[in-house]
């Protein structure tokens, strides 16, 4: 047996692998399908940590599967967190989909879109007014292009965002 032992030891200091997927659930957003077909999933996933045997419990990786949009051109960039690379939303991207979120969250857009009631976006609104500090209107690039990913997040959605017109009725 102390030989299985040292064996396992010295497996466990040469295996890479630190992590091992468990479960994973997906569930429908929203459970019966969306009104416009615009269905998402959410992905629960359980990771175990093959350093800590017999520990459970470790919080479950969720990950938002939205719904196919168009991007602009340069709307994913390249990261690299720690050495890892990850490809991610570009900022401008990011401010144009929260206008697009903020704009059909108004109550004066909600009977347009057949949507019910639902509290302000208030959050995109907050989250543009960051992004504005750290990039002001004067920057006329960076506006244009979130301007321009606005509009493809609009065209997606199949929402009407082309001014004021979009608001009157028909």
Same mark, same amino acid.
């Given at each position: 047996?102390?030989?299985?032992?040292?064996?396992?030891?010295?497996?466990?200091? !040469? %295996?890479? &692998? @630190? $992590?091992?997927?468990?479960?994973?659930? &997906?569930?429908? !957003?929203?459970?019966?399908?969306?009104? +416009?077909?615009?269905?998402?999933?959410? *992905?629960?996933? #359980?990771?175990?940590?093959?350093? @800590? #045997?017999? &520990?459970?419990?470790?919080?479950?990786? #969720?990950?938002?599967?939205?719904?196919?949009?168009?991007?602009?051109? /340069?709307?994913?960039?390249?990261?690299?967190?720690?050495?890892?690379?990850?490809?991610?939303?570009?900022?401008?991207?990011?401010?144009?989909?929260?206008?697009?979120?903020?704009?059909?969250?108004?109550?004066? $857009?909600?009977?347009?879109?057949?949507?019910? =009631?639902? #509290?302000? +976006?208030? @959050? =995109?609104?907050? /989250? %543009?007014?960051?992004?504005? +500090?750290? *990039?002001?209107?004067?920057?006329?690039?960076?506006? %244009? /292009?979130?301007?321009?990913?606005? *509009? *493809?997040?609009? !065209?997606?959605?199949?929402?009407?965002?082309?001014?004021?017109?979009?608001?009157?009725? %028909?």
């Amino acid at each position: 047996m102390p030989h299985y032992v040292a064996f396992r030891r010295h497996f466990e200091r !040469q %295996n890479p &692998v @630190k $992590y091992r997927l468990g479960r994973v659930k &997906v569930d429908r !957003q929203p459970p019966k399908g969306h009104q +416009r077909g615009w269905d998402a999933f959410i *992905l629960r996933i #359980e990771v175990q940590d093959n350093s @800590k #045997e017999g &520990v459970f419990g470790l919080p479950m990786l #969720e990950i938002e599967v939205a719904v196919p949009e168009t991007l602009g051109p /340069d709307a994913v960039e390249a990261l690299a967190g720690q050495g890892i690379p990850a490809k991610v939303y570009a900022l401008h991207r990011i401010a144009g989909e929260k206008l697009r979120a903020y704009l059909t969250s108004l109550p004066a $857009y909600r009977p347009k879109m057949q949507g019910g =009631d639902r #509290e302000f +976006r208030v @959050k =995109d609104l907050h /989250d %543009n007014a960051r992004i504005l +500090r750290a *990039l002001p209107v004067s920057d006329a690039r960076f506006w %244009n /292009d979130a301007g321009h990913e606005f *509009l *493809l997040a609009c !065209q997606s959605r199949l929402v009407d965002c082309r001014g004021l017109e979009s608001f009157m009725e %028909n």
